[in-house]
Nanobody
């Protein structure tokens, strides 16, 4: 599956932004979807994950309550709604996917994913 992330930009603290991850090439509903982020000099870190059917989600503690991951399998697209953005959220955001047979599973580890999109830059000014 090919993934393309979009929707990044420059916003002010407290603003909202929605990232999209468009998938092509394989049946999107067969894949667990994740979002990760990375800043210069740091390792890529987990942000959120959603199961194949969308019924199970998982979040990093740093974004819980502010970010919402979702997906529309009919449109082959995943989303990350980011509210109450903080300067610490500034990063390049990546979407990732992993094929799975089991429903209701989310994945939090970088190494669990074998498909990655290009990143989209989110900059939050104070």
């Amino acid at each position: 599956v090919q993934l393309q992330a979009s929707g990044g930009g420059l916003v002010q603290a407290g603003d909202s932004l929605r990232l999209s991850c468009a998938a092509s090439g394989r049946t999107f509903s067969m894949f667990v979807l994740g979002w990760f982020r990375q800043t210069p000099g740091k390792e890529r870190e987990f942000v959120a994950s959603i199961s194949r059917g969308g019924g199970t989600t998982s979040y990093a503690d740093s974004v819980k309550g502010r970010f919402t991951i979702s997906r529309d399998n009919g449109k082959n697209t995943g989303y990350l709604q980011m509210n109450s953005l903080k300067p610490d959220d500034t990063a390049v955001y990546f979407c990732a996917a992993r094929g799975g047979k089991v429903m209701g599973v989310t994945l939090r580890d970088l190494d669990d994913y074998n498909y990655w999109g290009q990143g989209t830059l989110v900059t939050v000014s104070s």
